[in-house]
Nanobody, 122 residues
Framework: VQLQASGGGLAQAGGSLRLSCAASGRTFSGYAMGWFRQAPGKERMLVASISWSESTPYYADSVKGRFTISRDNAKNTVYLQMNSLKPEDTAVYYC????????????????WGQGTLVTVSS
């Protein structure tokens, strides 16, 4: 699976951005997908994930109620809609997928996109 993340950029606090992750190479619809972020000097953390069946998504507490993960299997794309952005959301965002389709949580992520930078100004 090859993953290509896009959509990062500069936003003001309170603003919105939508990240996209385009997948190719294998049957996208069978894979759970996750969005991670890594802020300067911090460890990479899982922000949100969505199962292959689109059952209850997972959100980190820090983004719950502000971010929404979704997928469009026809377009082989997973999205992260980020609203009410805060300066602490500033990070490089990565999309990722487990090594095998139809995996059950907790997921081990194997395929990674290249990252897209999100900068939120106060």
């Amino acid at each position: 699976v090859q993953l290509q993340a896009s959509g990062g950029g500069l936003a003001q606090a309170g603003g919105s951005l939508r990240l996209s992750c385009a997948a190719s190479g294998r049957t996208f619809s069978g894979y759970a997908m996750g969005w991670f972020r890594q802020a300067p000097g911090k460890e990479r953390m899982l922000v949100a994930s969505i199962s292959w069946s689109e059952s209850t998504p997972y959100y980190a507490d820090s983004v719950k109620g502000r971010f929404t993960i979704s997928r469009d299997n026809a377009k082989n794309t997973v999205y992260l809609q980020m609203n009410s952005l805060k300066p602490e959301d500033t990070a490089v965002y990565y999309c990722a997928a487990p090594p095998y389709p139809y995996s059950d949580p907790p997921y081990e992520y194997y395929y990674w996109g290249q990252g897209t930078l999100v900068t939120v100004s106060s």
